[in-house]
Structures are given as structure tokens and as C-alpha cells.
């Protein structure tokens, strides 16, 4: 079994693309195993979470000492729940991406008898005042046997800084291309790095191969799924329409629900956009109580196939919200990666209540927001809003759509894409 080791810090983009490209790779006999350094507990959850909905294999770390640190915890046997039944192994940082769908044995079948190393790049290190210019194997993707890769040695134990990671790639005397010398053996590069089976994102000189990538790794078409806003508004300017035209996915309807009459002229001035993607219900009664009552009037109207009758997910919140303009996009796509998915939310959001502060979001009360939370519809229909009377009953809606469907199945999706205003 070949084990694909992919360590990543706090990009989840690059490693929802690993995934992605996993997929459609040749990856008989091979593991995916995800090494996370953490920084906090909330990216921590999402990683978790991600790697679970999608039965991919995760070990988080305190990050500490980068890349190379966890290549020698894995060497040295300290780094808990690492695998130990493999025969080769490839170690790949997050933002190196695969080039080809038979990488996995391009690697591997380069290894020999003599060759116990086959990389993605063997490059002179670069000459400057404080580096001495030596043939070095860059870690951001090599391919070992079990046999050589547990007779790694390093330096510093443990590794810590930068300085420490520089010592074991490519500074000093006893660097991982030494090692490999010194037990007579050799390491390769496995093809010209033009062309290599491995794209590091990060060459500036390799930009051009983003278009490569996804020619052999097309993205999938942009989903046609209609979000449904359900938004409460009272004598006021709705600022979300702003946002909401200028989402990349226009795939929506706005239904703004007014807190009783109005005076103001509001339906005149949704009548003037013209857009048969907004609603405008004023309800004949003002009740108040933060709307709650509206809002579960709305859902009602929902289940009884009286309103929103052809979205696929609904949110309900405020028309004061404000939306990235990729909101839409990103939430559709993060909770269609997941098949038993119900619900997505943004990691983050900015709160009126924190002078605009930004809040680590999680699915607990305090931590959450009405607004910041797309459910499916028929699960938002099917649980309802039940509390009218309560300040927190956008959290008591969630919760009872988590008891019902379960927590594990709210997908975060990573960035500020909303702010309580």
C-alpha cells in the first residue's frame, strides 16, 4: 500500500482540491491521510469535520516546526495514529498539487534497488550571502520505501524553526540528499519539473500550469441550486438586495418579509427593480419579538408549498445582512461535497454587537447567527421555528434542525462571507 501523506496549516481550499483530484486519480492501494498543523480549536473542528464528511484519514498536530517537524515525528514513531502499513510513502505539502492521474505510481515506480529517493525537484539551492549553493531534495513532494524512510536523521530534535527545516533539506552536511548518498544510494528527480506529476503553486514560474491542471482536473459546472432568503425588515432600506445582486451565483430569491404595514414606500421600491427574484409580503400585523413570528409564518408558508416553492436551501435572517459576493457559490459548493450535509455556515462573521468584531463561529448559541446559516429546505420546512417569544430563537431552530439531523452534518465553510448589521 502506497500512503499519500498531504500536511496543510490553515488552507482548506488546497485541501478540498487534494480531495477533489483524489477522486479521479488512480488510487488503487494507495491511502490519502490528511497531517493538520493547528493552530485553534475551531480549525481543528473544521478539519475534522471536513476530512470526516468526505472518509478521508486525519491527524491533527499542535503547529509547531512546519512540515518538517511532522515528517519526523512520522519517522521517529511519536506522531499518534500515523500508519505503519504502508510500503511507500509520498509526502506532499498542501499547496503541491497533483499534475497527472497515475502520479502515485510515476513515484513509485521509480524507486529501485538504487533508488530509494524519486522527487519533484532536486534543485541547487539558490546562492545568496548565507546559503552555500548545494543539489538539495526539496520536501514539498518525494516518494520513499518504508524500508529508507524510517532510517531518516535529523539534526535537531526537535525541529522548531525554520532554520532547523532549512538544516534538514538543504544547509549543512548531513541533509536528506546526503543521507541518501551516504547509504550509496541515490535519489531522482522523476521528470523534468516542467512537467512534473506534482504542481507547486507556489513557483511563480509554474503559474502557467494552473490552466494544465484543470484542463486534466475540469471543476465541476456551477450548481443551478436556488437559495431562498427569508429576510425580516421593518421601515427600512433592504442593504442585502445590494449584496445579493452581486452574487457570483445568481441562483436566489429574496423574500422580504415586513414586520406588519408600511409607510415608507418600500413596496414601490421593490416594484421599481423589477426583478422577479424579490418578494415583497408586508403581514397585516406588527408583532415584534424580533420578528420570530413572521419568521416562522414564512416557514409555514413554506412547508405548505405557498412560498419558495422551487428553492433547495433557505436562510433566514435580517435585510440589514450583508454577503461576500461569493457567498451563494461557496455555500452550495461546501455543502454539496458532503452528501449527507444539511446545513453550511461560515467559519467566521463580523457582528454588529462587537463593534463589527469578528466571531469564530460554531454551531453553539452566542457563536452563531441566524443569518450566517443555509439550511435544506425540506429540513428547515419539516422542523419549523418554534419559539416566538425567545432573543435566541434562531439558535433554538438550529438546534432543533441538529437534533434532528445531527450536528455533524452543519458543514463550515472557511472566510468572512457575513456581517450582522
Known sequence: MTLVVIVVFDRMQNIQEWVRCWSMCETQNAKLLIINNVENETSKSAYQSYCSQVGVAYLPHDNVGYDIARLQD???????????DFDNIIWVTDDTLPMRKDFIHTFTNA?????????MELPPTQNNHSVRAKMHIRTTGFCMSKEWFYKLKFTKDPIVTKFDCYEFEHMGDKTFLDQVQSWGKKAIQVTDINVSPLWDMGRPRQAKRKAEHYKLFPLPKQSDKKIAFVCLIYNSYPLILGTLLNQTHQNWNLILVHDGPNSTGLKEL??????????????PVRLQNWG?????WALQEMKAGRLANDCDYVLVGNADNWYSP????RMI????????????????MLHSYLDWGII?????????????????????????WNYVNEHSADFLYFKDVMNKYGSKNFIPVKGVHFSHN
Do not use: W
Open 74 to 84: 512520522a519517522v521517529l514513531g511519536r506522531l499518534e495514529g500515523f500508519p505503519t
Open 111 to 119: 524507486l529501485s534497488d538504487e533508488v530509494v529517493v524519486s522527487c
Open 270 to 283: 421593490i416594484e421599481f427593480h423589477n426583478d422577479k427574484r424579490i418578494t415583497y409580503i408586508e403581514r
Open 333 to 348: 459548493t461546501e455543502i454539496e461535497k458532503h452528501p449527507n450535509a444539511v446545513a453550511a455556515y461560515t467559519q467566521q
Open 360 to 384: 469564530n463561529c460554531k454551531m453553539v448559541q452566542g457563536y452563531i447567527d441566524a443569518g450566517n446559516v443555509m439550511i435544506k429546505r425540506e429540513c428547515a420546512v419539516s422542523v419549523g
Open 292 to 296: 420570530h413570528a413572521q419568521r416562522q
Open 326 to 329: 461569493v457567498f451563494c457559490e
